[in-house]
Protein backbone atom coordinates (compact mmCIF):
# COMPACT_ATOMS: atom_id res chain seq x y z
CA UNK A 1 0.00 0.00 0.00
CA UNK A 2 1.51 3.34 -0.99
CA UNK A 3 1.53 6.54 1.22
CA UNK A 4 1.25 8.99 -2.02
CA UNK A 5 -1.52 10.99 -3.20
CA UNK A 6 -2.59 11.64 -6.15
CA UNK A 7 -4.51 14.68 -7.45
CA UNK A 8 -5.91 16.21 -10.48
CA UNK A 9 -5.86 19.37 -11.67
CA UNK A 10 -9.20 21.08 -12.14
CA UNK A 11 -10.05 20.83 -15.91
CA UNK A 12 -7.42 18.08 -16.30
CA UNK A 13 -7.97 14.53 -17.51
CA UNK A 14 -5.15 13.00 -15.91
CA UNK A 15 -3.32 13.02 -12.70
CA UNK A 16 -0.26 14.04 -10.47
CA UNK A 17 1.57 11.84 -7.84
CA UNK A 18 2.74 13.77 -4.69
CA UNK A 19 4.51 12.44 -2.07
CA UNK A 20 3.41 12.98 1.27
CA UNK A 21 6.07 15.05 2.28
CA UNK A 22 5.92 17.24 -0.96
CA UNK A 23 2.26 17.77 -1.20
CA UNK A 24 1.80 20.50 1.58
CA UNK A 25 4.38 22.32 -0.18
CA UNK A 26 2.59 21.60 -3.55
CA UNK A 27 -0.77 23.50 -2.29
CA UNK A 28 1.17 25.91 -0.95
CA UNK A 29 3.11 26.51 -3.85
CA UNK A 30 -0.64 26.30 -5.84
CA UNK A 31 -1.22 29.85 -3.62
CA UNK A 32 1.82 31.54 -4.41
CA UNK A 33 1.39 32.05 -8.25
CA UNK A 34 0.90 34.69 -9.19
CA UNK A 35 -2.55 35.29 -11.05
CA UNK A 36 -1.15 37.50 -14.03
CA UNK A 37 0.96 34.07 -15.03
CA UNK A 38 -1.34 30.91 -16.71
CA UNK A 39 -1.57 28.61 -14.21
CA UNK A 40 -0.34 24.99 -13.86
CA UNK A 41 -2.60 24.47 -10.97
CA UNK A 42 -5.66 25.60 -11.57
CA UNK A 43 -8.42 26.51 -14.08
CA UNK A 44 -9.63 29.01 -11.42
CA UNK A 45 -7.80 32.24 -9.98
CA UNK A 46 -6.64 31.51 -7.29
CA UNK A 47 -7.68 34.39 -4.71
CA UNK A 48 -11.03 33.24 -4.59
CA UNK A 49 -11.26 32.00 -1.35
CA UNK A 50 -8.53 33.27 1.43
CA UNK A 51 -5.26 31.45 2.18
CA UNK A 52 -5.10 29.12 5.14
CA UNK A 53 -2.50 29.02 7.27
CA UNK A 54 0.23 26.93 6.73
CA UNK A 55 -0.21 25.09 9.54
CA UNK A 56 -3.72 23.49 8.09
CA UNK A 57 -2.12 22.57 5.10
CA UNK A 58 0.73 20.85 6.88
CA UNK A 59 -1.63 18.93 8.68
CA UNK A 60 -4.47 18.12 6.51
CA UNK A 61 -1.47 16.88 3.76
CA UNK A 62 0.72 14.99 5.70
CA UNK A 63 -1.84 13.21 8.70
CA UNK A 64 -4.38 12.01 6.23
CA UNK A 65 -2.28 11.31 2.59
CA UNK A 66 -5.58 10.55 1.21
CA UNK A 67 -7.60 13.22 -0.06
CA UNK A 68 -11.72 13.89 -0.86
CA UNK A 69 -12.99 14.34 -4.07
CA UNK A 70 -14.04 17.53 -4.38
CA UNK A 71 -15.16 17.30 -8.41
CA UNK A 72 -18.13 15.51 -9.37
CA UNK A 73 -16.13 12.05 -8.49
CA UNK A 74 -18.47 9.88 -6.43
CA UNK A 75 -16.03 8.53 -4.61
CA UNK A 76 -16.59 10.09 -0.96
CA UNK A 77 -14.12 9.15 1.20
CA UNK A 78 -13.43 12.81 2.81
CA UNK A 79 -10.09 13.32 5.50
CA UNK A 80 -10.01 16.73 4.85
CA UNK A 81 -11.26 19.24 7.47
CA UNK A 82 -15.31 20.25 6.75
CA UNK A 83 -13.92 23.83 6.48
CA UNK A 84 -11.21 23.38 3.99
CA UNK A 85 -13.15 21.26 1.57
CA UNK A 86 -15.78 24.23 1.15
CA UNK A 87 -13.00 26.74 0.90
CA UNK A 88 -11.04 24.35 -2.32
CA UNK A 89 -14.28 23.12 -3.92
CA UNK A 90 -15.52 27.30 -3.52
CA UNK A 91 -12.37 28.14 -5.18
CA UNK A 92 -12.09 24.79 -7.72
CA UNK A 93 -8.47 24.99 -6.85
CA UNK A 94 -7.49 21.58 -7.58
CA UNK A 95 -9.72 18.82 -7.29
CA UNK A 96 -8.60 15.80 -5.81
CA UNK A 97 -10.23 12.48 -6.71
CA UNK A 98 -8.78 9.95 -3.35
CA UNK A 99 -7.32 7.11 -4.89
CA UNK A 100 -5.26 4.72 -2.87
CA UNK A 101 -2.68 3.60 -4.63
CA UNK A 102 -2.35 -0.01 -3.99
CA UNK A 103 -0.05 -2.10 -6.43
CA UNK A 104 -0.55 -6.08 -6.15
CA UNK A 105 -0.19 -9.17 -8.38
CA UNK A 106 -3.37 -10.93 -7.83
CA UNK A 107 -3.76 -14.66 -8.97
CA UNK A 108 -7.20 -14.36 -9.53
CA UNK A 109 -10.08 -11.82 -10.91
CA UNK A 110 -10.91 -11.40 -7.28
CA UNK A 111 -10.41 -8.77 -4.78
CA UNK A 112 -7.82 -6.39 -5.04
CA UNK A 113 -8.31 -7.24 -8.62
CA UNK A 114 -11.99 -6.07 -8.58
CA UNK A 115 -11.43 -3.48 -6.18
CA UNK A 116 -8.89 -1.68 -8.50
CA UNK A 117 -9.83 1.22 -11.44
CA UNK A 118 -10.48 -0.13 -14.44
CA UNK A 119 -8.00 -0.70 -16.50
CA UNK A 120 -9.57 2.07 -19.38
CA UNK A 121 -9.50 4.94 -16.76
CA UNK A 122 -5.79 5.14 -16.98
CA UNK A 123 -4.69 8.41 -18.06
CA UNK A 124 -3.93 8.67 -22.39
CA UNK A 125 -2.94 10.98 -24.08
CA UNK A 126 -6.09 11.25 -26.70
CA UNK A 127 -6.20 12.34 -29.62
CA UNK A 128 -4.56 11.00 -32.77
CA UNK A 129 -2.19 9.54 -30.51
CA UNK A 130 -4.94 6.95 -29.39
CA UNK A 131 -5.00 5.53 -32.83
CA UNK A 132 -4.08 1.82 -33.19
CA UNK A 133 -1.07 1.18 -34.69
CA UNK A 134 -0.40 4.84 -36.22
CA UNK A 135 -1.04 6.71 -32.40
CA UNK A 136 2.27 6.66 -31.62
CA UNK A 137 4.40 8.12 -34.12
CA UNK A 138 1.83 11.75 -33.02
CA UNK A 139 3.98 11.83 -30.06
CA UNK A 140 7.14 12.78 -31.93
CA UNK A 141 8.28 15.17 -34.36
CA UNK A 142 6.78 17.00 -36.32
CA UNK A 143 3.85 16.59 -34.16
CA UNK A 144 5.03 17.46 -31.08
CA UNK A 145 9.04 18.70 -29.96
CA UNK A 146 10.72 15.58 -29.61
CA UNK A 147 12.87 13.39 -32.11
CA UNK A 148 11.89 10.15 -31.88
CA UNK A 149 15.51 9.72 -30.27
CA UNK A 150 13.89 11.94 -27.36
CA UNK A 151 11.91 8.90 -26.50
CA UNK A 152 12.91 9.20 -22.99
CA UNK A 153 12.21 13.05 -22.83
CA UNK A 154 8.74 12.61 -24.44
CA UNK A 155 8.11 9.93 -21.98
CA UNK A 156 9.47 11.82 -19.13
CA UNK A 157 7.05 14.74 -20.31
CA UNK A 158 3.92 12.75 -20.51
CA UNK A 159 4.59 11.65 -17.13
CA UNK A 160 4.32 15.23 -16.10
CA UNK A 161 1.18 15.31 -17.99
CA UNK A 162 -0.80 12.41 -16.98
CA UNK A 163 0.77 11.51 -13.77
CA UNK A 164 2.53 8.52 -12.50
CA UNK A 165 0.56 5.88 -14.61
CA UNK A 166 -0.51 6.22 -18.34
CA UNK A 167 -1.23 4.51 -21.32
CA UNK A 168 -0.12 4.88 -24.78
CA UNK A 169 -1.08 2.51 -28.49
CA UNK A 170 1.16 -0.84 -28.93
CA UNK A 171 -0.24 -1.84 -32.07
CA UNK A 172 -3.82 -2.35 -31.63
CA UNK A 173 -3.47 -2.73 -27.96
CA UNK A 174 -2.59 -0.80 -24.91
CA UNK A 175 1.13 -0.52 -22.97
CA UNK A 176 1.09 0.98 -19.41
CA UNK A 177 3.92 3.47 -18.33
CA UNK A 178 4.19 3.76 -14.95
CA UNK A 179 6.78 5.40 -12.58
CA UNK A 180 5.85 4.47 -9.07
CA UNK A 181 9.02 2.76 -7.25
CA UNK A 182 6.00 0.75 -5.45
CA UNK A 183 5.20 -0.44 -8.95
CA UNK A 184 8.00 -1.50 -10.40
CA UNK A 185 8.45 -3.27 -7.45
CA UNK A 186 5.50 -5.41 -8.29
CA UNK A 187 6.34 -5.47 -11.91
CA UNK A 188 10.06 -6.37 -11.02
CA UNK A 189 9.96 -8.59 -8.02
CA UNK A 190 7.62 -10.77 -9.54
CA UNK A 191 8.43 -14.35 -9.02
CA UNK A 192 8.44 -14.83 -12.14
CA UNK A 193 11.66 -17.19 -13.11
CA UNK A 194 11.62 -16.30 -16.94
CA UNK A 195 10.83 -12.57 -17.59
CA UNK A 196 9.16 -11.88 -20.71
CA UNK A 197 10.84 -9.18 -22.63
CA UNK A 198 9.95 -7.88 -26.22
CA UNK A 199 12.47 -9.66 -28.62
CA UNK A 200 14.11 -7.54 -30.82
CA UNK A 201 12.39 -7.44 -34.08
CA UNK A 202 15.08 -7.79 -36.51
CA UNK A 203 16.49 -10.98 -34.90
CA UNK A 204 12.83 -12.72 -34.97
CA UNK A 205 12.66 -12.04 -39.08
CA UNK A 206 16.35 -13.02 -39.33
CA UNK A 207 15.47 -16.25 -37.69
CA UNK A 208 12.18 -16.59 -39.51
CA UNK A 209 14.14 -16.52 -42.79
CA UNK A 210 17.18 -18.20 -42.34
CA UNK A 211 17.59 -21.62 -41.96
CA UNK A 212 20.44 -21.85 -39.20
CA UNK A 213 18.64 -19.76 -36.72
CA UNK A 214 20.92 -17.60 -34.18
CA UNK A 215 19.81 -16.65 -30.93
CA UNK A 216 20.70 -13.53 -29.39
CA UNK A 217 19.92 -14.05 -25.38
CA UNK A 218 18.75 -10.27 -25.41
CA UNK A 219 15.74 -12.00 -27.60
CA UNK A 220 14.78 -15.21 -26.33
CA UNK A 221 12.01 -16.01 -24.07
CA UNK A 222 11.04 -18.49 -21.56
CA UNK A 223 12.96 -21.41 -21.34
CA UNK A 224 15.36 -21.05 -24.38
CA UNK A 225 16.36 -17.66 -22.62
CA UNK A 226 16.75 -19.64 -19.17
CA UNK A 227 18.78 -22.16 -20.86
CA UNK A 228 21.31 -19.87 -22.70
CA UNK A 229 21.70 -17.34 -20.02
CA UNK A 230 21.96 -20.11 -16.91
CA UNK A 231 25.57 -20.73 -17.58
CA UNK A 232 26.01 -17.17 -18.89
CA UNK A 233 25.09 -15.79 -14.94
CA UNK A 234 28.32 -18.24 -13.04
CA UNK A 235 30.33 -16.66 -15.81
CA UNK A 236 29.42 -12.99 -15.86
CA UNK A 237 27.12 -12.20 -12.02
CA UNK A 238 30.43 -13.28 -10.13
CA UNK A 239 32.07 -10.61 -8.74
CA UNK A 240 35.28 -12.71 -8.84
CA UNK A 241 34.82 -13.71 -12.67
CA UNK A 242 34.89 -10.50 -14.11
CA UNK A 243 38.06 -9.47 -11.74
CA UNK A 244 39.68 -12.46 -13.85
CA UNK A 245 39.98 -10.66 -16.78
CA UNK A 246 41.08 -6.94 -15.29
CA UNK A 247 44.54 -7.91 -16.42
CA UNK A 248 43.58 -8.50 -20.21
CA UNK A 249 40.87 -5.37 -20.20
CA UNK A 250 43.75 -3.21 -18.45
CA UNK A 251 46.10 -3.46 -21.35
CA UNK A 252 42.95 -2.37 -23.74
CA UNK A 253 42.56 0.48 -21.61
CA UNK A 254 45.74 1.94 -21.53
CA UNK A 255 46.16 1.58 -25.26
CA UNK A 256 42.95 3.67 -25.40
CA UNK A 257 44.27 6.67 -23.33
CA UNK A 258 47.37 6.69 -25.51
CA UNK A 259 45.43 6.47 -28.79
CA UNK A 260 43.31 8.93 -27.27
CA UNK A 261 46.37 11.36 -26.42
CA UNK A 262 48.18 10.69 -29.86
CA UNK A 263 44.55 11.84 -32.06
CA UNK A 264 43.72 14.44 -29.91
CA UNK A 265 43.37 17.68 -32.31
CA UNK A 266 41.89 14.97 -34.69
CA UNK A 267 38.10 15.25 -36.41
CA UNK A 268 36.21 14.66 -33.08
CA UNK A 269 34.64 12.16 -34.63
CA UNK A 270 37.85 10.23 -35.19
CA UNK A 271 37.80 10.52 -31.05
CA UNK A 272 34.59 9.07 -31.11
CA UNK A 273 35.55 6.68 -32.93
CA UNK A 274 38.45 5.40 -30.49
CA UNK A 275 35.33 5.37 -27.64
CA UNK A 276 33.52 2.32 -29.58
CA UNK A 277 37.11 0.71 -30.65
CA UNK A 278 37.90 0.05 -26.88
CA UNK A 279 34.45 -0.91 -26.00
CA UNK A 280 34.29 -3.64 -28.68
CA UNK A 281 37.64 -4.89 -27.86
CA UNK A 282 37.32 -4.67 -24.09
CA UNK A 283 34.51 -7.20 -24.75
CA UNK A 284 36.35 -8.94 -27.16
CA UNK A 285 39.03 -10.02 -25.17
CA UNK A 286 37.07 -11.99 -22.76
CA UNK A 287 34.91 -13.24 -25.40
CA UNK A 288 37.33 -14.57 -27.39
CA UNK A 289 40.90 -14.63 -25.28
CA UNK A 290 42.72 -12.17 -27.84
CA UNK A 291 43.05 -9.38 -28.94
CA UNK A 292 40.77 -8.15 -31.86
CA UNK A 293 43.57 -4.65 -32.84
CA UNK A 294 40.86 -2.24 -32.77
CA UNK A 295 42.92 0.34 -30.92
CA UNK A 296 45.75 -0.83 -33.29
CA UNK A 297 47.18 2.13 -35.35
CA UNK A 298 45.99 0.30 -38.82
CA UNK A 299 42.69 -0.55 -37.66
CA UNK A 300 40.99 1.81 -40.06
CA UNK A 301 43.71 0.48 -43.30
CA UNK A 302 43.83 -2.82 -42.54
CA UNK A 303 41.34 -4.70 -44.53
CA UNK A 304 40.01 -7.53 -42.18
CA UNK A 305 40.11 -5.55 -38.99
CA UNK A 306 38.15 -2.61 -41.11
CA UNK A 307 35.91 -5.12 -42.24
CA UNK A 308 34.66 -6.09 -38.92
CA UNK A 309 34.87 -2.68 -37.44
CA UNK A 310 31.96 -1.53 -39.70
CA UNK A 311 30.15 -5.27 -39.14
CA UNK A 312 29.74 -4.28 -35.60
CA UNK A 313 28.89 -0.60 -36.01
CA UNK A 314 26.56 -1.44 -38.21
CA UNK A 315 24.68 -4.41 -36.82
CA UNK A 316 24.24 -2.26 -33.71
CA UNK A 317 23.34 0.74 -35.96
CA UNK A 318 20.37 -1.14 -37.79
CA UNK A 319 18.93 -2.18 -34.30
CA UNK A 320 19.02 1.11 -33.30
CA UNK A 321 16.91 1.98 -36.16
CA UNK A 322 14.26 -0.51 -35.89
CA UNK A 323 14.15 0.33 -32.35
CA UNK A 324 13.45 3.74 -33.19
CA UNK A 325 10.54 2.70 -35.85
CA UNK A 326 12.46 4.25 -38.71
CA UNK A 327 12.51 1.27 -41.00
CA UNK A 328 9.61 -1.17 -41.26
CA UNK A 329 9.58 -2.47 -44.92
CA UNK A 330 12.25 -5.11 -44.29
CA UNK A 331 9.77 -7.20 -42.10
CA UNK A 332 7.94 -7.60 -45.69
CA UNK A 333 11.07 -8.25 -48.03
CA UNK A 334 14.56 -8.18 -47.91
CA UNK A 335 15.04 -4.67 -48.48
CA UNK A 336 18.50 -3.37 -49.06
CA UNK A 337 18.40 -2.04 -45.15
CA UNK A 338 17.76 -5.75 -44.31
CA UNK A 339 20.12 -6.87 -46.64
CA UNK A 340 23.32 -4.76 -45.17
CA UNK A 341 22.70 -5.61 -41.82
CA UNK A 342 22.62 -9.38 -42.15
CA UNK A 343 25.89 -8.84 -44.24
CA UNK A 344 27.06 -7.19 -40.72
CA UNK A 345 25.61 -10.14 -39.18
CA UNK A 346 27.27 -12.76 -40.82
CA UNK A 347 30.12 -11.21 -41.04
CA UNK A 348 30.13 -11.46 -37.58
CA UNK A 349 29.11 -14.66 -37.04
CA UNK A 350 31.32 -15.99 -39.48
CA UNK A 351 34.33 -14.55 -37.56
CA UNK A 352 33.08 -16.03 -34.06
CA UNK A 353 33.03 -19.05 -35.97
CA UNK A 354 36.90 -18.88 -37.14
CA UNK A 355 37.90 -17.99 -33.56
CA UNK A 356 35.61 -21.27 -31.88
CA UNK A 357 37.71 -23.43 -34.29
CA UNK A 358 40.78 -22.01 -33.14
CA UNK A 359 39.59 -22.46 -29.55
CA UNK A 360 38.67 -26.40 -30.43
CA UNK A 361 41.50 -26.84 -32.27
CA UNK A 362 43.74 -25.04 -28.77
CA UNK A 363 41.38 -27.42 -26.44
CA UNK A 364 42.28 -30.44 -28.34
CA UNK A 365 46.04 -29.68 -28.61
CA UNK A 366 45.96 -28.67 -24.87
CA UNK A 367 44.42 -31.70 -23.77
CA UNK A 368 47.08 -34.07 -25.30
CA UNK A 369 49.87 -32.35 -23.80
CA UNK A 370 48.17 -32.49 -20.34
CA UNK A 371 48.03 -28.72 -19.87
CA UNK A 372 44.15 -27.55 -20.32
CA UNK A 373 42.34 -26.58 -17.44
CA UNK A 374 38.89 -26.24 -17.78
CA UNK A 375 38.64 -23.59 -14.64
CA UNK A 376 40.70 -21.42 -15.97
CA UNK A 377 39.30 -17.84 -16.81
CA UNK A 378 39.10 -18.29 -20.85
CA UNK A 379 35.26 -17.33 -21.58
CA UNK A 380 35.39 -19.01 -25.01
CA UNK A 381 36.83 -22.51 -23.71
CA UNK A 382 34.97 -22.62 -20.51
CA UNK A 383 31.41 -22.30 -22.85
CA UNK A 384 33.25 -24.89 -25.28
CA UNK A 385 33.20 -27.18 -22.41
CA UNK A 386 29.54 -26.25 -21.56
CA UNK A 387 27.61 -29.62 -22.03
CA UNK A 388 24.22 -27.79 -22.48
CA UNK A 389 25.73 -25.08 -25.36
CA UNK A 390 25.98 -26.26 -28.99
CA UNK A 391 27.73 -24.42 -31.57
CA UNK A 392 24.92 -22.20 -32.54
CA UNK A 393 24.02 -21.51 -28.81
CA UNK A 394 28.05 -20.29 -28.75
CA UNK A 395 27.58 -18.34 -31.36
CA UNK A 396 24.24 -16.58 -30.14
CA UNK A 397 25.90 -15.81 -27.19
CA UNK A 398 29.16 -13.80 -28.34
CA UNK A 399 26.89 -12.07 -30.94
CA UNK A 400 24.49 -11.27 -27.52
CA UNK A 401 27.38 -9.93 -25.93
CA UNK A 402 29.69 -7.97 -28.34
CA UNK A 403 26.28 -6.43 -29.48
CA UNK A 404 24.87 -5.18 -26.01
CA UNK A 405 28.42 -4.90 -25.08
CA UNK A 406 30.20 -2.39 -27.42
CA UNK A 407 27.92 0.25 -28.36
CA UNK A 408 26.18 0.87 -24.46
CA UNK A 409 29.49 1.04 -22.64
CA UNK A 410 31.09 3.61 -25.73
CA UNK A 411 28.56 6.36 -25.22
CA UNK A 412 28.47 6.04 -21.39
CA UNK A 413 32.39 6.28 -21.49
CA UNK A 414 31.70 9.42 -23.54
CA UNK A 415 29.05 10.75 -20.98
CA UNK A 416 31.63 9.98 -18.47
CA UNK A 417 34.47 11.94 -19.90
CA UNK A 418 32.14 14.61 -20.32
CA UNK A 419 30.92 14.75 -16.64
CA UNK A 420 34.61 14.94 -15.87
CA UNK A 421 36.01 17.59 -18.38
CA UNK A 422 33.30 20.17 -17.58
CA UNK A 423 33.55 19.39 -13.24
CA UNK A 424 37.28 19.61 -13.20
CA UNK A 425 37.10 20.28 -9.23
CA UNK A 426 35.19 16.56 -9.27
CA UNK A 427 38.00 15.29 -11.84
CA UNK A 428 40.68 16.78 -9.55
CA UNK A 429 39.32 14.36 -6.81
CA UNK A 430 39.15 11.05 -8.91
CA UNK A 431 42.88 11.65 -10.28
CA UNK A 432 44.04 12.58 -7.22
CA UNK A 433 42.72 9.43 -5.13
CA UNK A 434 43.68 7.29 -8.43
CA UNK A 435 47.37 8.46 -8.05
CA UNK A 436 47.20 7.90 -4.33
CA UNK A 437 46.18 4.29 -4.86
CA UNK A 438 48.16 3.01 -8.23
CA UNK A 439 51.03 5.95 -8.64
CA UNK A 440 51.90 6.55 -11.67
CA UNK A 441 52.50 3.38 -13.41
CA UNK A 442 50.65 1.27 -10.68
CA UNK A 443 48.19 -1.73 -12.11
CA UNK A 444 44.55 -1.41 -11.01
CA UNK A 445 43.53 -4.34 -9.05
CA UNK A 446 40.62 -6.14 -7.18
CA UNK A 447 42.08 -4.58 -3.82
CA UNK A 448 43.07 -1.35 -5.11
CA UNK A 449 39.61 -0.91 -6.61
CA UNK A 450 37.83 -1.60 -3.32
CA UNK A 451 39.90 1.77 -2.84
CA UNK A 452 39.15 3.99 -5.24
CA UNK A 453 35.39 4.82 -3.95
CA UNK A 454 35.21 8.27 -5.42
CA UNK A 455 36.33 6.57 -8.90
CA UNK A 456 33.22 4.25 -8.50
CA UNK A 457 31.27 6.96 -7.40
CA UNK A 458 31.77 9.03 -10.24
CA UNK A 459 31.20 6.34 -12.48
CA UNK A 460 27.95 5.83 -10.82
CA UNK A 461 27.03 9.29 -11.03
CA UNK A 462 27.53 10.12 -14.64
CA UNK A 463 25.11 7.12 -15.49
CA UNK A 464 22.60 8.76 -13.38
CA UNK A 465 23.05 11.89 -14.74
CA UNK A 466 23.17 10.35 -18.29
CA UNK A 467 20.94 7.83 -17.36
CA UNK A 468 21.81 4.98 -20.48
CA UNK A 469 18.74 4.12 -21.37
CA UNK A 470 15.64 5.93 -23.07
CA UNK A 471 13.38 4.63 -20.24
CA UNK A 472 14.31 2.16 -18.28
CA UNK A 473 13.07 -1.83 -18.31
CA UNK A 474 9.90 -3.06 -19.90
CA UNK A 475 7.84 -6.40 -18.73
CA UNK A 476 5.17 -8.33 -20.04
CA UNK A 477 2.83 -8.44 -17.13
CA UNK A 478 2.90 -12.45 -16.19
CA UNK A 479 -0.60 -11.92 -14.24
CA UNK A 480 -3.35 -9.73 -13.42
CA UNK A 481 -1.93 -6.89 -11.52
CA UNK A 482 -2.60 -3.15 -9.75
CA UNK A 483 -0.50 -0.73 -10.57
CA UNK A 484 -1.26 2.37 -9.11
CA UNK A 485 -4.74 1.12 -8.17
CA UNK A 486 -5.68 0.60 -11.96
CA UNK A 487 -6.31 -3.19 -13.68
CA UNK A 488 -3.56 -4.04 -15.91
CA UNK A 489 -4.39 -7.37 -17.75
CA UNK A 490 -2.10 -10.34 -17.53
CA UNK A 491 0.25 -9.62 -20.98
CA UNK A 492 0.29 -5.98 -21.02
CA UNK A 493 3.63 -4.53 -21.35
CA UNK A 494 4.97 -2.25 -18.55
CA UNK A 495 7.55 -0.13 -19.17
CA UNK A 496 9.20 2.01 -16.23
CA UNK A 497 10.21 5.55 -16.16
CA UNK A 498 13.47 4.79 -15.40
CA UNK A 499 14.98 7.34 -17.27
CA UNK A 500 12.69 10.30 -15.27
CA UNK A 501 13.32 8.86 -12.06
CA UNK A 502 17.22 9.26 -12.36
CA UNK A 503 16.73 13.04 -12.25
CA UNK A 504 13.71 13.27 -10.16
CA UNK A 505 13.61 15.50 -7.15
CA UNK A 506 11.71 12.87 -5.58
CA UNK A 507 14.76 10.85 -4.91
CA UNK A 508 17.87 13.12 -5.53
CA UNK A 509 18.81 16.20 -3.86
CA UNK A 510 19.84 18.59 -6.97
CA UNK A 511 19.30 16.37 -9.58
CA UNK A 512 20.89 18.16 -12.31
CA UNK A 513 24.09 18.43 -10.80
CA UNK A 514 26.87 16.03 -10.82
CA UNK A 515 27.77 14.70 -7.67
CA UNK A 516 29.71 11.61 -6.99
CA UNK A 517 29.50 12.60 -3.76
CA UNK A 518 25.93 12.10 -3.22
CA UNK A 519 26.71 7.68 -3.53
CA UNK A 520 29.78 8.69 -1.02
CA UNK A 521 29.25 6.59 2.82
CA UNK A 522 30.38 8.22 5.76
CA UNK A 523 32.19 6.03 8.26
CA UNK A 524 28.83 4.58 9.85
CA UNK A 525 28.13 3.56 6.03
CA UNK A 526 25.01 6.27 5.85
CA UNK A 527 24.98 8.39 2.87
CA UNK A 528 24.02 12.32 2.78
CA UNK A 529 20.69 11.06 2.03
CA UNK A 530 19.16 7.61 1.59
CA UNK A 531 18.28 7.22 -2.30
CA UNK A 532 16.00 3.59 -2.87
CA UNK A 533 17.43 1.22 -5.31
CA UNK A 534 14.82 1.48 -7.09
CA UNK A 535 15.17 4.99 -8.41
CA UNK A 536 18.64 3.82 -9.81
CA UNK A 537 18.80 1.01 -11.93
CA UNK A 538 21.02 1.68 -15.13
CA UNK A 539 21.28 -2.41 -16.21
CA UNK A 540 17.60 -2.99 -15.44
CA UNK A 541 16.36 -5.36 -12.90
CA UNK A 542 15.57 -8.79 -11.80
CA UNK A 543 16.66 -12.39 -13.21
CA UNK A 544 16.71 -10.25 -16.46
CA UNK A 545 19.34 -7.40 -15.26
CA UNK A 546 21.92 -6.83 -17.93
CA UNK A 547 24.54 -9.80 -17.74
CA UNK A 548 27.26 -7.58 -18.72
CA UNK A 549 26.75 -4.80 -15.97
CA UNK A 550 29.90 -6.09 -14.03
CA UNK A 551 31.97 -6.14 -17.42
CA UNK A 552 30.89 -2.81 -18.15
CA UNK A 553 31.80 -0.81 -14.78
CA UNK A 554 34.75 -2.31 -14.83
CA UNK A 555 35.89 -1.33 -18.62
CA UNK A 556 34.91 2.35 -17.19
CA UNK A 557 36.69 1.72 -13.63
CA UNK A 558 39.59 0.62 -16.05
CA UNK A 559 39.44 4.13 -18.86
CA UNK A 560 38.78 6.28 -16.14
CA UNK A 561 41.61 5.66 -13.64
CA UNK A 562 44.06 4.58 -16.89
CA UNK A 563 43.36 7.69 -18.98
CA UNK A 564 43.25 10.33 -15.31
CA UNK A 565 46.55 8.31 -14.44
CA UNK A 566 48.76 10.04 -16.75
CA UNK A 567 46.29 13.15 -18.67
CA UNK A 568 43.84 15.39 -17.68
CA UNK A 569 40.75 15.74 -19.54
CA UNK A 570 39.36 18.90 -21.25
CA UNK A 571 37.54 20.05 -24.05
CA UNK A 572 39.06 22.17 -26.79
CA UNK A 573 36.33 24.49 -26.67
CA UNK A 574 33.06 24.55 -24.10
CA UNK A 575 30.06 25.09 -26.62
CA UNK A 576 26.51 24.72 -24.38
CA UNK A 577 24.97 22.32 -27.02
CA UNK A 578 27.99 19.93 -26.13
CA UNK A 579 25.94 18.55 -23.00
CA UNK A 580 22.95 17.35 -25.62
CA UNK A 581 22.32 14.28 -25.46
CA UNK A 582 20.48 11.89 -27.96
CA UNK A 583 19.79 8.05 -28.17
CA UNK A 584 21.47 5.05 -30.16
CA UNK A 585 19.73 3.57 -28.50
CA UNK A 586 22.10 4.25 -25.64
CA UNK A 587 22.38 7.62 -24.43
CA UNK A 588 25.57 9.47 -26.37
CA UNK A 589 26.71 13.30 -27.04
CA UNK A 590 24.97 14.40 -29.68
CA UNK A 591 27.39 16.32 -31.25
CA UNK A 592 31.12 14.34 -31.16
CA UNK A 593 33.09 15.77 -28.48
CA UNK A 594 36.58 17.88 -29.03
CA UNK A 595 38.33 16.24 -26.17
CA UNK A 596 41.34 17.18 -24.79
CA UNK A 597 44.51 15.29 -22.86
CA UNK A 598 46.70 17.24 -21.49
CA UNK A 599 50.09 15.11 -19.94
CA UNK A 600 49.67 15.86 -16.10
CA UNK A 601 53.22 16.69 -14.61
C1 LIG B 1 27.20 0.94 -19.72
C2 LIG B 1 26.99 -0.17 -20.36
C3 LIG B 1 25.71 -0.98 -20.36
C4 LIG B 1 24.42 -0.60 -20.06
C5 LIG B 1 23.95 0.75 -19.61
C6 LIG B 1 23.58 -1.76 -20.24
C7 LIG B 1 22.21 -1.77 -20.00
C8 LIG B 1 21.42 -2.88 -20.17
C9 LIG B 1 20.01 -2.91 -19.90
C10 LIG B 1 19.18 -1.75 -19.36
C11 LIG B 1 19.56 -4.15 -20.20
C12 LIG B 1 18.11 -4.65 -20.07
C13 LIG B 1 17.90 -5.13 -18.65
C14 LIG B 1 16.46 -5.44 -18.27
O1 LIG B 1 15.63 -5.70 -19.15
O2 LIG B 1 16.15 -5.39 -17.06
C15 LIG B 1 20.68 -4.91 -20.69
C16 LIG B 1 20.61 -6.21 -21.13
C17 LIG B 1 21.70 -6.90 -21.64
N1 LIG B 1 23.01 -6.48 -21.66
FE1 LIG B 1 23.71 -4.69 -21.03
N2 LIG B 1 24.35 -2.80 -20.65
C18 LIG B 1 25.66 -2.37 -20.72
C19 LIG B 1 26.76 -3.12 -21.05
C20 LIG B 1 26.73 -4.43 -21.42
C21 LIG B 1 27.90 -5.24 -21.69
C22 LIG B 1 29.35 -4.77 -21.57
C23 LIG B 1 27.44 -6.46 -22.09
C24 LIG B 1 28.22 -7.69 -22.48
C25 LIG B 1 29.43 -7.97 -22.07
C26 LIG B 1 25.99 -6.43 -22.05
C27 LIG B 1 25.15 -7.47 -22.39
C28 LIG B 1 23.78 -7.46 -22.22
C29 LIG B 1 22.93 -8.57 -22.61
C30 LIG B 1 23.38 -9.85 -23.31
C31 LIG B 1 21.63 -8.23 -22.24
C32 LIG B 1 20.36 -9.08 -22.39
C33 LIG B 1 20.25 -9.91 -21.12
C34 LIG B 1 19.01 -10.81 -21.06
O3 LIG B 1 18.00 -10.46 -21.66
O4 LIG B 1 19.10 -11.82 -20.35
N3 LIG B 1 25.59 -5.18 -21.63
N4 LIG B 1 21.80 -4.12 -20.66
Known sequence: MSCHCVVRLAGSTSDRLLKPTTCSAWFQKCWSLDKSQPSRYSTQPLSCFPKPAPSTWQSACTRQHRFASLSSSSRKTTFLPTSLMTELHRGQLCVVPVREMSSTITEDDSGAYKAALPFNKIPTTGGLSALPFIGPMFLFKPFSPYPVEQYGQAIKNLHGVHGPIFRLRRGKDWMVFFERL???DIVFRS?????????????VVYNKRSKVPIHNLATLNGPE???????????MNRPRSVTHYLPAQEQVAVDFADRLYSLQGSDPKVLTDVFFCFATESVGVVCFNKRLGFLDENAHTDASKKKMLW????????????????????RLYEDPFYKEYKRAKETIIEHSRHCIQEANEEITRRQKEGTFDPDEPNFLLSLLAEKTLDDQDIFGTILSLMGAGSDSTACGLQLLFYALATNPDKQEKVAEEVLTHMGRDGQLTAPVLDKLSYMTAAVKESMRLYFPVPTGSERHLETNTVLSGYQVPKGTVGVFNAFGNATSPLYYH??????PERWLRDQGGQRERDINPLAYIPFGIGARICIGRRFALQELYLAAA???????IGLKEDRPEFGDTT????????HPLPFTFELRQ
Not at 191 to 203: I, V, W
Open 583 to 590: FTPFQAPK
Open 510 to 515: NPMSFS
Open 182 to 184: EDA
Open 191 to 203: KDANPYRTPLMLD
Open 311 to 330: AYKHYIRSISEVIFGKRILY
Open 562 to 568: KTLQKYH
Open 225 to 235: WKRLRSPLNAR
